[in-house]
């Protein structure tokens, strides 16, 4: 049963090369071990590329498949949309095709956890001295 603002369609064709994701992951995870880490959507620990699930493409794309899995560089992907197709709820995105990372066959699981900065620094060490404390 389809909730109020969802579109009901009984099927759904990409134009040109587009991409439709089904599955992005915005919400709580876990990790392997069972620890639960909260949703971090509009957050900066969420600002890190996510993994979906390819629905749909368009008859000019041939990087894709459907049924693959995407990840994708963080905010290229459009507003959710709420549809119901064929009886099945889903919240779809359009992906920006060229901000397209990693191709899978397989379901990934979204372990990025840490939000470290890594830096490196162009000063060199000088042999002796109280500056390299």
């Given amino acids: 049963m389809a909730t109020i603002g969802t579109y009901n369609i009984k099927g759904l064709k990409p134009l040109h090369s587009n991409v439709i994701v089904k599955n992005m992951n915005f919400h709580e995870r876990f990790t392997e071990g069972g620890i639960l880490i909260p949703g971090d959507d509009k957050k900066s620990e969420g600002i890190r590329p996510r993994w979906a699930e390819v629905m749909a493409v368009g008859p000019e794309q041939n990087d894709v498949s459907v049924g693959q899995y995407i990840l994708v560089k963080h905010g290229r992907w459009t507003r959710g949309q709420n549809v119901d197709i064929d ?47």
């Fill in 87 to 133: 009886g099945e709820d889903m919240v779809i995105r359009r992906i920006d095709e060229d901000d397209i990372l990693l191709v899978s066959d397989d379901p990934q699981s979204d372990d990025t956890f840490s939000n470290a900065i890594t830096s490196s620094s162009d000063r060199t060490l000088i042999d002796g001295s109280l500056h390299n404390v």
